[in-house]
Nanobody, 122 residues
Framework: VQLQASGGGLVQPGGSLRLSCAASGTIFTINAMAWYRQAPGKQRELVAGITTGGRINYADSVKGRFTISRDNAKNMVYLEMNSLKPEDTAVYYC?????????????????WGQGTLVTVSS
């Protein structure tokens, strides 16, 4: 199973970006999907997560500005980011866990995307 993240870039403070992450492979089920970020010199932190049942949680720092959503039919997760601030500058990573089919058995997976850089600067 692999993840491909996209949508990062340079945006001015107050601007918006939409990140996308596509999961591919012999996926059997997807459970939780999430976005993390890592700013220079800081630890990776959870930005937002969404479960199969639609339960969502956000980091306090992004509540009211970011929206996570998923498309189960396409195995995709999105992060809509509005009112961006310079402190949102980071590499954003998607993370997905679930099960995949090996051809004979079903196994668990927990994978990370390659990261996409978001820079908020004037």
């Amino acid at each position: 199973v692999q993840l491909q993240a996209s949508g990062g870039g340079l945006v001015q403070p107050g601007g918006s970006l939409r990140l996308s992450c596509a999961a591919s492979g012999t996926i059997f089920t997807i459970n939780a999907m999430a976005w993390y970020r890592q700013a220079p010199g800081k630890q990776r932190e959870l930005v937002a997560g969404i479960t199969t049942g639609g339960r969502i949680n956000y980091a306090d720092s992004v509540k009211g500005r970011f929206t996570i959503s998923r498309d189960n039919a396409k195995n995709m997760v999105y992060l809509e980011m509005n009112s961006l601030k310079p402190e949102d500058t980071a590499v954003y990573y998607c993370n997905v866990d679930g099960t995949y089919y090996t051809g004979t058995i079903v196994k668990l997976f927990d994978v990370w995307g390659q990261g996409t850089l978001v820079t908020v600067s004037s």
